[in-house]
């Protein structure tokens, strides 16, 4: 069976989110006003995230200090494999930045593809975003569409995530391991997901599907494929 795995990256593979971390540490003290406009509806996820980056004030040097901070599930690794060991294609999709995901799969020794922002650098410690998986139609408005990313698989999709740029997503995915408030809106909106805390209960429900157990809830419709590159150069 040929499955696409998507998994998120803050606060699922890294257990901080690190675009918050950077501008608590780095930005000027109006992105949390910026903040509360999303928090509050008034702005989409993609115009908060362009505005914030737009007051960090950090070096490359500093930055990659912080991404080096970043603490990473121990199981992540494992699961991984799991997945290779099937043949199971494992692609992040992220609302966070490239060069955080970049580097911490770098010190991990994990040559995986991923879609995410685009963290630019436009001077000795200034910084623009760019959104190339930015989709109009999406319904979070998150810089990275998710949902378009599994309508390209060829198989059924699992998804693995814990907020609310997975909201979409969550709602075609075959299978939806969830954390968060993943797991709390799939909750509200009875969608079928299995909850976990961590990547040692996210390998545990693999290996229940693995087995053919009942225990991991799937979705029984599939939307018509779309052909969408996930490869990154």
Known sequence: MSVFVLVDFDGTIVRQDATDLILERFALPEWRAVEQAW???RIGSREC???QIDLIRATDRQLDALIDELEVDP???AFVSLCRDRGWKVV????GLDRVIGMVLARLGLALPFVSN???????DRWRLDFPAFNEACGVSSGTCKCALTRGAT???????????????????QWVLAKGQLAQHCRERAIPHHEIANFAEANSALRMLFAGKPGLRRR?????????????A
């Open 75 to 77: 199981e992540f690794p």
């Open 155 to 173: 198989g059924p999709a699992i998804l693995i995530g814990d907020g609310r740029s997975d909201f979409c997503v969550a709602a075609s995915a």
């Open 39 to 41: 928090v509050t509806g």
């Open 220 to 232: 029984s419709a599939r939307r018509p494929a779309v052909t969408v590159d996930v490869s990154r």
């Open 118 to 124: 685009r963290l630019v650098r436009t001077g000795s």
């Open 92 to 95: 992040i999709g992220s609302d």
């Open 49 to 51: 995230l362009a505005r």
